[in-house]
């Protein structure tokens, strides 16, 4: 946002390179021609690989501007003006009329790698995974300090585990109901729109629909690159030797 005369530009790259090179031997090997007698039960060689590439590439460049003349700036004050009164992590408050309560925003995304991730960190899922849609926000509830948490490989559906949060993560909803009520914000619907209103972000145009404030030109600018490479060569093999008989089999 501007005053006027706004210009922006945005470039994005990626470049990814994954590679699985993985092998898995099972052999019995004897010198000299031995009997082998499975008399009670069975004889039996296994070799076993599983080499597998979960890979997720994204690049997303968005320049967008505004000359809204210092519109923003009044929202912007009247959002500082209304204040927050709690935070979802309060719990157990009695609420008025009018209070305000902020849905804390995500600690992580499924594209990190924290070093632990304790009860109430949240993780915004970059990707449709663990049986979550892209976007969702979910809320680590376990009692167990997870260390170097692996997000992308997370089941997310595990209810003594995850929650997901459906309110707006970093908005604030102010309370409209007629009155005091004692509610533990933790676990509060902040969705049910007969009990609160979503205030934290408005446009003019939700005010006076078809009005655009962009007064002067607004020059913006994207670019953006992916370059991904995925590579998996694995080797299984299973031999039986006796003496001079040589039993292979081999699957790539």
Known sequence: MALFGASSMALGSVLVSNMVNSSAYAYIDSTSEVNINAQSGS???ESSDEATILANSEVSSISSTKSDAGFSLVTQAMSDVLGVDYTDRSGVKTINTDNTVLIDDYNYTTNEEPGALQKGDRVRLEFALGGGAKGDVYEYIGDELIQNADLDAEDYTQSD????ITASVGNSYQYIGSEAVEIDLSTENFTNTSQWEEISTFEIDDIIPGMDLNISDSDSTAFGGLVVRNDVR???YSNFM????FYHK???
């Open 43 to 45: 004889i039996k060689i």
């Open 161 to 164: 585990k995850w929650k997901r």
């Open 234 to 236: 694995s080797v299984s």
């Open 250 to 252: 081999r699957v790539c």
């Open 242 to 245: 006796e003496g001079n008989k």
